[in-house]
T-cell receptor, first 113, second 115 residues
Framework: DSGVTQTPKHLITATGQRVTLRCSPR?????VYWYQQSLDQGLQFLIQ???????AKGNILERFSAQQFPDLHSELNLSSLELGDSALYFC????????????FGDGTRLSIL | AQKVTQAQTEISVVEKEDVTLDCVYE???????LFWYKQPPSGELVFLIR??????QNEISGRYSWNFQKSTSSFNFTITASQVVDSAVYFC????????????FGKGTRLSVIA
Protein backbone atom coordinates (compact mmCIF):
# COMPACT_ATOMS: atom_id res chain seq x y z
CA ASP A 1 0.00 0.00 0.00
CA SER A 2 1.60 3.25 -1.19
CA GLY A 3 -0.52 5.43 1.07
CA VAL A 4 -1.78 7.44 -1.91
CA THR A 5 -5.53 7.04 -2.48
CA GLN A 6 -7.23 7.66 -5.78
CA THR A 7 -10.94 7.58 -6.49
CA PRO A 8 -12.73 6.35 -8.43
CA LYS A 9 -10.83 3.32 -9.72
CA HIS A 10 -12.81 3.21 -12.92
CA LEU A 11 -14.84 5.82 -14.75
CA ILE A 12 -16.85 5.34 -17.92
CA THR A 13 -18.41 8.32 -19.58
CA ALA A 14 -19.25 9.79 -22.96
CA THR A 15 -17.61 12.35 -25.20
CA GLY A 16 -18.30 15.93 -24.25
CA GLN A 17 -18.77 15.16 -20.57
CA ARG A 18 -16.82 16.40 -17.55
CA VAL A 19 -15.30 14.26 -14.79
CA THR A 20 -13.38 14.84 -11.58
CA LEU A 21 -10.65 12.55 -10.33
CA ARG A 22 -9.65 12.70 -6.70
CA CYS A 23 -6.34 12.04 -4.95
CA SER A 24 -5.37 11.95 -1.29
CA PRO A 25 -1.60 12.08 -0.78
CA ARG A 26 0.42 10.15 1.77
CA UNK A 27 0.36 11.63 5.22
CA UNK A 28 2.94 14.40 5.47
CA UNK A 29 3.48 14.80 1.72
CA UNK A 30 2.99 18.33 0.42
CA UNK A 31 3.38 17.69 -3.31
CA VAL A 32 0.82 16.05 -5.52
CA TYR A 33 1.56 15.12 -9.12
CA TRP A 34 -0.80 14.01 -11.86
CA TYR A 35 0.35 11.76 -14.68
CA GLN A 36 -1.47 10.36 -17.68
CA GLN A 37 -0.67 6.94 -19.09
CA SER A 38 -1.99 6.27 -22.56
CA LEU A 39 -1.00 3.56 -25.01
CA ASP A 40 0.59 5.89 -27.52
CA GLN A 41 2.13 8.52 -25.22
CA GLY A 42 3.38 6.45 -22.30
CA LEU A 43 3.55 8.04 -18.84
CA GLN A 44 3.33 11.80 -19.13
CA PHE A 45 3.45 14.41 -16.40
CA LEU A 46 0.45 16.71 -16.35
CA ILE A 47 0.70 19.04 -13.36
CA GLN A 48 2.16 19.38 -9.85
CA UNK A 49 0.85 21.16 -6.80
CA UNK A 50 2.87 21.92 -3.71
CA UNK A 51 1.10 22.93 -0.51
CA UNK A 52 -1.86 24.32 -2.41
CA UNK A 53 0.05 26.17 -5.11
CA UNK A 54 0.69 25.12 -8.69
CA UNK A 55 4.38 24.21 -8.91
CA ALA A 56 4.97 22.80 -12.37
CA LYS A 57 3.01 22.20 -15.53
CA GLY A 58 3.61 19.53 -18.12
CA ASN A 59 1.63 18.42 -21.12
CA ILE A 60 -1.73 19.32 -19.71
CA LEU A 61 -4.51 20.27 -22.10
CA GLU A 62 -6.46 23.49 -21.59
CA ARG A 63 -9.59 21.35 -21.12
CA PHE A 64 -7.95 19.89 -18.01
CA SER A 65 -7.47 21.67 -14.72
CA ALA A 66 -6.47 20.74 -11.21
CA GLN A 67 -6.33 22.12 -7.72
CA GLN A 68 -5.01 21.20 -4.31
CA PHE A 69 -7.14 21.93 -1.28
CA PRO A 70 -6.09 23.07 2.22
CA ASP A 71 -6.23 19.46 3.46
CA LEU A 72 -3.76 18.68 0.61
CA HIS A 73 -6.03 16.40 -1.37
CA SER A 74 -6.15 17.18 -5.05
CA GLU A 75 -8.67 16.98 -7.83
CA LEU A 76 -8.09 16.74 -11.56
CA ASN A 77 -10.95 18.02 -13.67
CA LEU A 78 -11.29 16.86 -17.25
CA SER A 79 -13.89 18.56 -19.43
CA SER A 80 -15.21 18.33 -22.99
CA LEU A 81 -13.93 14.80 -23.00
CA GLU A 82 -12.73 13.24 -26.23
CA LEU A 83 -12.09 9.62 -27.14
CA GLY A 84 -8.37 10.27 -26.94
CA ASP A 85 -8.64 11.18 -23.27
CA SER A 86 -9.19 7.53 -22.44
CA ALA A 87 -6.22 6.62 -20.27
CA LEU A 88 -4.99 5.64 -16.85
CA TYR A 89 -4.55 8.70 -14.66
CA PHE A 90 -2.10 8.43 -11.79
CA CYS A 91 -1.60 10.62 -8.81
CA UNK A 92 1.68 10.58 -6.89
CA UNK A 93 2.85 12.39 -3.81
CA UNK A 94 6.17 13.37 -2.28
CA UNK A 95 7.82 16.25 -0.51
CA UNK A 96 7.39 15.33 3.06
CA UNK A 97 10.08 15.90 5.64
CA UNK A 98 11.88 12.67 4.87
CA UNK A 99 12.52 13.32 1.16
CA UNK A 100 10.91 10.07 0.17
CA UNK A 101 10.55 9.20 -3.51
CA UNK A 102 7.26 9.62 -5.28
CA UNK A 103 4.77 6.94 -4.49
CA PHE A 104 1.81 6.39 -6.76
CA GLY A 105 -1.83 5.69 -6.22
CA ASP A 106 -3.47 2.78 -8.00
CA GLY A 107 -4.75 5.06 -10.75
CA THR A 108 -8.12 5.92 -12.21
CA ARG A 109 -8.95 4.20 -15.48
CA LEU A 110 -11.00 6.56 -17.61
CA SER A 111 -12.90 5.17 -20.57
CA ILE A 112 -14.64 7.49 -23.00
CA LEU A 113 -17.35 5.89 -25.11
CA ALA B 1 15.92 18.78 -21.36
CA GLN B 2 15.80 15.46 -19.59
CA LYS B 3 15.17 12.25 -21.46
CA VAL B 4 15.03 8.56 -20.58
CA THR B 5 15.36 5.86 -23.21
CA GLN B 6 14.40 2.24 -22.72
CA ALA B 7 15.29 0.73 -26.05
CA GLN B 8 13.82 -2.69 -25.28
CA THR B 9 10.09 -2.54 -25.86
CA GLU B 10 9.38 -6.16 -25.00
CA ILE B 11 11.47 -9.00 -23.60
CA SER B 12 10.43 -12.58 -23.18
CA VAL B 13 12.40 -15.07 -21.07
CA VAL B 14 11.90 -18.53 -19.69
CA GLU B 15 11.53 -18.86 -15.95
CA LYS B 16 14.84 -19.00 -14.02
CA GLU B 17 16.73 -17.12 -16.72
CA ASP B 18 18.49 -13.87 -15.83
CA VAL B 19 17.33 -10.76 -17.64
CA THR B 20 18.69 -7.22 -17.87
CA LEU B 21 16.54 -4.20 -18.63
CA ASP B 22 18.42 -1.29 -20.12
CA CYS B 23 17.97 2.37 -19.30
CA VAL B 24 19.90 5.28 -20.78
CA TYR B 25 19.27 8.84 -19.69
CA GLU B 26 20.12 12.39 -20.73
CA UNK B 27 20.26 15.37 -18.42
CA UNK B 28 22.18 18.62 -18.16
CA UNK B 29 21.99 18.46 -14.37
CA UNK B 30 25.12 17.37 -12.56
CA UNK B 31 23.07 15.91 -9.74
CA UNK B 32 19.92 13.90 -10.16
CA UNK B 33 17.91 10.88 -9.08
CA LEU B 34 17.25 7.74 -11.09
CA PHE B 35 14.36 5.39 -10.42
CA TRP B 36 12.84 2.09 -11.43
CA TYR B 37 9.14 1.38 -11.12
CA LYS B 38 7.23 -1.83 -11.81
CA GLN B 39 3.74 -1.94 -13.29
CA PRO B 40 2.24 -5.43 -12.94
CA PRO B 41 -0.80 -6.50 -14.98
CA SER B 42 -3.07 -5.14 -12.26
CA GLY B 43 -1.93 -1.66 -13.30
CA GLU B 44 -0.50 0.01 -10.22
CA LEU B 45 2.96 1.58 -10.25
CA VAL B 46 5.27 0.10 -7.64
CA PHE B 47 8.43 1.89 -6.57
CA LEU B 48 11.52 -0.35 -6.73
CA ILE B 49 14.58 1.83 -6.25
CA ARG B 50 15.91 5.36 -6.21
CA UNK B 51 19.59 6.10 -6.73
CA UNK B 52 21.25 9.50 -6.55
CA UNK B 53 23.94 10.53 -8.98
CA UNK B 54 26.60 10.70 -6.25
CA UNK B 55 26.43 7.01 -5.61
CA UNK B 56 27.65 4.74 -8.38
CA GLN B 57 27.81 1.64 -6.26
CA ASN B 58 25.80 -1.26 -7.58
CA GLU B 59 22.87 -2.27 -5.45
CA ILE B 60 21.42 -5.69 -4.84
CA SER B 61 18.08 -6.50 -3.28
CA GLY B 62 17.26 -10.18 -3.34
CA ARG B 63 17.00 -11.24 -6.98
CA TYR B 64 17.11 -7.62 -8.16
CA SER B 65 20.30 -5.69 -8.88
CA TRP B 66 21.01 -2.33 -10.40
CA ASN B 67 24.09 -1.15 -12.26
CA PHE B 68 24.59 2.61 -12.42
CA GLN B 69 27.32 3.89 -14.73
CA LYS B 70 27.57 7.64 -14.94
CA SER B 71 30.19 7.45 -17.70
CA THR B 72 27.68 5.85 -20.06
CA SER B 73 24.57 7.50 -18.56
CA SER B 74 23.03 4.13 -17.90
CA PHE B 75 21.08 2.62 -15.02
CA ASN B 76 20.40 -1.00 -15.88
CA PHE B 77 18.25 -3.40 -13.92
CA THR B 78 18.91 -7.13 -13.70
CA ILE B 79 16.54 -9.77 -12.42
CA THR B 80 18.28 -13.01 -11.50
CA ALA B 81 16.45 -16.34 -11.75
CA SER B 82 13.32 -14.70 -13.11
CA GLN B 83 9.90 -15.85 -11.98
CA VAL B 84 6.47 -15.62 -13.55
CA VAL B 85 5.51 -12.99 -10.95
CA ASP B 86 8.20 -10.73 -12.42
CA SER B 87 6.07 -10.34 -15.56
CA ALA B 88 5.27 -6.63 -15.73
CA VAL B 89 6.15 -3.40 -17.45
CA TYR B 90 9.22 -1.79 -15.93
CA PHE B 91 9.82 1.94 -16.11
CA CYS B 92 13.03 3.84 -15.63
CA UNK B 93 12.67 7.49 -14.57
CA UNK B 94 14.75 10.58 -13.82
CA UNK B 95 14.30 13.66 -11.65
CA UNK B 96 16.40 16.38 -10.11
CA UNK B 97 17.82 16.04 -6.62
CA UNK B 98 15.27 18.14 -4.79
CA UNK B 99 12.98 15.12 -4.61
CA UNK B 100 10.14 17.48 -5.29
CA UNK B 101 9.91 17.68 -9.05
CA UNK B 102 8.11 15.64 -11.69
CA UNK B 103 9.55 12.39 -12.95
CA UNK B 104 10.56 11.93 -16.55
CA PHE B 105 9.77 8.37 -17.56
CA GLY B 106 11.06 6.10 -20.26
CA LYS B 107 8.52 4.31 -22.44
CA GLY B 108 8.85 1.13 -20.40
CA THR B 109 9.95 -2.43 -21.10
CA ARG B 110 7.35 -5.19 -21.02
CA LEU B 111 8.87 -8.31 -19.49
CA SER B 112 7.14 -11.65 -19.95
CA VAL B 113 8.44 -14.58 -17.95
CA ILE B 114 7.23 -17.89 -19.29
CA ALA B 115 6.90 -20.94 -17.07
Amino acid sequence: DSGVTQTPKHLITATGQRVTLRCSPRSGDLSVYWYQQSLDQGLQFLIQYYNGEERAKGNILERFSAQQFPDLHSELNLSSLELGDSALYFCASSGGQSNQPQHFGDGTRLSIL
Amino acid sequence: AQKVTQAQTEISVVEKEDVTLDCVYETRDTTYYLFWYKQPPSGELVFLIRRNSFDEQNEISGRYSWNFQKSTSSFNFTITASQVVDSAVYFCALSDLSGNTPLVFGKGTRLSVIA
